[in-house]
């Protein structure tokens, strides 16, 4: 594991060497998921150990030691991207396409929110007029094309994009890094660098694909800046092209290798939190059978959403192992889910790092997002992976040719069977 604390650190040191106490740091954390909101936040309070003066600007909590300066988001968001019914049908999705659908369409929805919220903050001038006072010296954000444009209106001269996933293809594009899809997959692929002939095809058309959905964005972000701004408003690809370091959450030893330059830093586990003691409630759960399986698909496609032959089709699979007790995040208690099956204990909430380090645990059911898949590594678990969407369905592939747990497809959770041989072989396959 990286001493992430020294990089962020060491990021501080290199801006202002020459300054004592004077710099300031700017996190733009918006409310995109769960999952991006913790990693941004877990960043902002790491920084606050170093900076001392720092603030997260944000139309969520992310952080719990940053100064907070908040911005009301675009209210007719949630009417372009409901995120319930892209949940449900991320549940329901053919995955034997050439690629997650659901991913491409996200990606289009997002972009007309994203351009829709963007817009909405640019016109909130007493906040962005209070931002331009603090006269920061350096941002750090996730790739976001408006957020680059607004480093330029409050001209902060230093910025630092990371990511809690693997990088698009457009961004590395962004950053002049070459992409060769005759060996480097597509992140929305289910590929690794040993494709043949036919799925290089494949990855060459997705990586086309995504690249010009995300270069249309840019041009929309690029023509709202210009049409508040002025025609001569800075390109804003050449802006996030200006990045001094990209900090990403992978691990060279876990992800595809690929050309790569010097300002852009793998650091897997950039925002993994340290395990902490459990509670009583927790302790007791977990003392209660020997052997232990986490389930947990995330915090966007929710287990309540999954169609109820999916469920079934689990809840017959935990009955398959009596003497193994089964946490399952399930986010409403109203469904009493786990009735009648005593081996398994649901709750909204789950301490998931705190509980993947406990000895008991022997394994973790889940979709595959990044964050997920690091903490598992970190704490030494074989994963059972669904991948729903998103860089999801690559880091399932991975999980599998890498030897650390077993890549399942929703079109097999429904084959009798399946499940059930997963969890036995990730319980008791000693390898």
């Not at 606050?48 to 600007?57: H, I, K, R, S």
């Not at 944000?58 to 949940?87: Q, W």
Request: aromatic share 10%; hydrophobic share 40%.
């Amino acid at each position: 594991m990286y001493h992430v604390e020294w990089y962020l650190a060491s990021l501080i040191i290199i801006f202002h060497a020459s300054q004592n106490d004077s710099y300031k740091i700017l996190v733009y954390n918006p409310r995109f998921g769960k999952s991006h909101t913790k990693f941004l936040g877990s960043i902002a309070d790491t920084l606050t150990e170093f900076a001392p003066v720092l603030f997260e600007f944000s139309d969520s909590t992310g952080s719990k030691l940053a100064k907070t300066i908040k911005i009301d988001a675009d209210p007719e968001i949630s009417k372009i991207m409901n995120v319930e019914i892209f949940a449900q049908d991320a549940w329901k999705q053919n995955q034997q396409s050439i690629f997650s659908l659901i991913s491409v369409l996200i990606m289009k929805r997002m972009s007309d929110a994203l351009v829709k919220n963007c817009e909405f903050q640019l016109k909130q001038e007493k906040i962005m007029q209070e931002l331009k006072s603090e006269k920061f010296d350096l941002a750090i954000f996730e790739f976001n094309q408006c957020f680059a444009g607004m480093i330029e209106l409050l001209h902060i001269p230093a910025h630092v994009v990371v990511s809690p996933t693997a990088l698009f293809e457009y961004a590395t594009e962004c950053f002049g890094v070459p992409n060769i899809p005759s060996y480097i997959p597509s992140l929305l692929t289910q590929y690794t660098d040993k494709m043949t002939y036919l799925q290089r095809l494949k990855n060459l058309i997705i990586t086309i694909l995504t690249t010009k959905l995300l270069d249309n964005h840019t041009i929309r972000c690029q023509a709202l800046f210009r049409r508040l701004y002025g025609d001569q408003f800075i390109d804003l690809k050449e802006k996030l092209a200006q990045v001094t370091y990209v900090l990403t959450n992978t691990d060279p030893l876990f992800h595809i290798s690929r050309p790569t330059i010097h300002k852009i830093l793998e650091l897997g586990g950039l925002a993994l939190p340290k395990p902490q003691p459990l509670s009583k409630k927790w302790i007791a759960v977990m003392n209660k059978r020997k052997t232990v399986v986490l389930v947990s698909f995330g915090t966007v496609t929710l287990s309540c959403w999954m169609p109820n032959k999916t469920k079934k089709a689990l809840l017959d699979a935990f009955d398959s192992f009596p003497n193994v007790t089964f946490i399952w995040k399930y986010e409403k208690d109203e469904h009493r889910i786990a009735e009648g099956h005593p081996n398994v204990i649901t709750s909204k909430w789950l301490p998931q790092s705190d509980l993947l380090a406990h000895k008991n645990l022997i394994a973790f059911l889940t979709h595959g997002g990044m964050n997920s898949i690091t903490e598992t590594l970190n704490r030494g678990k074989p994963i059972v992976v669904v991948p729903l969407f998103g860089d999801q369905m690559q880091n399932a592939v991975l999980v599998q040719r890498l030897g650390l747990g077993i890549k399942l497809s929703l079109s097999e959770l429904a084959i009798e069977g399946k499940i059930q041989n997963a969890i036995y072989n990730i319980i008791y396959d000693k390898r």
